[in-house]
């Protein structure tokens, strides 16, 4: 068990879709973050939560929207996307939001929109 | 703004052997972080190891090392008989001192690890 569980593994959605990706922790931590992956490019920081309050938003596109219902659930939802946000979306979780010990990463979702 | 580099896209070492991969990044901060992340196939990014800028003393966790070199802002890391389990993405991460909340990431190396 990781600790942090993200579902689904896969996911193919078309522009005009609304799906919502999930991340769960079972650490106790009080920050969960989204990341996006894309093949060559370093991580990009996307949304922080801490205690369930956003405390950034690293000038995503609307399109994306998170949400925190509580500490251990982090959500991401998707709507009329464009294939240029095809990525590995990674959740990550740490004790809080000066993580000097690194983050708790999940396995990702494999994001592809067509 | 923090930047990461690192050099290899790619690196290969043969089983048994050690490699060592590249990473260096830009800070005017004197308190800091250095990480290194392992992503296997699995696409989980695992911690391998930790390093605080204010000890001088090079972290060691098994087979992994890492040679800080603070003065150059260097952060290189040592695998000692490498295994095949050890193929995987590698990530160098930074991250500042007390107050900051975000993992800075280079774009990674590649690691092959031929048998």
């Known amino acids: 068990e990781t600790g942090v569980t993200q579902t689904p593994r896969h996911l193919v959605m078309g522009m005009t879709n609304k799906k919502s990706l999930k991340c769960e922790q079972h650490l106790g931590h009080n920050a969960m973050y989204w990341y996006k992956q894309s093949a060559k490019k370093p991580l990009e920081l996307m949304f922080v939560y801490s205690l369930e309050e956003r405390v950034e938003n690293n000038s995503v596109p609307s399109r994306f929207s998170p949400e925190c219902p509580n500490s251990s659930h982090l959500f991401l939802h998707l709507h009329t996307l464009q294939p240029e946000d095809s990525a590995l979306y990674l959740c990550?979780?740490?004790?809080?939001?000066?993580?000097?010990?690194?983050?708790?990463f999940g396995s990702g979702t494999r994001l592809t929109v067509v | 703004a923090q930047t990461v580099t690192q050099s290899q896209p790619e690196m290969s070492v043969q089983e048994a052997e050690t490699v060592t991969l590249s990473c260096t990044y830009d800070?005017?901060?004197?308190?800091?972080?250095l990480f290194w992340y392992k992503q296997p196939p699995s696409r989980q990014m695992i911690l391998v190891i930790r390093q605080e800028a204010y000890k001088q003393q090079n972290a060691t966790e098994n087979r992994f090392s890492v040679n800080f070199q603070k003065a150059a802002k260097s952060f290189s890391l040592k695998i000692s008989d490498s295994q095949l389990g050890d193929a995987a993405m590698y990530f160098c991460a930074y991250k500042a001192g007390a107050g900051s909340y975000q993992l800075t990431f280079g774009k990674g190396t590649k690691l092959s690890v031929i048998p």
């Open positions: 800070t005017s901060e004197s308190d800091y972080y």
């Open positions: 990550a979780s740490s004790q809080d939001t000066s993580p000097t010990y690194g983050y708790t």
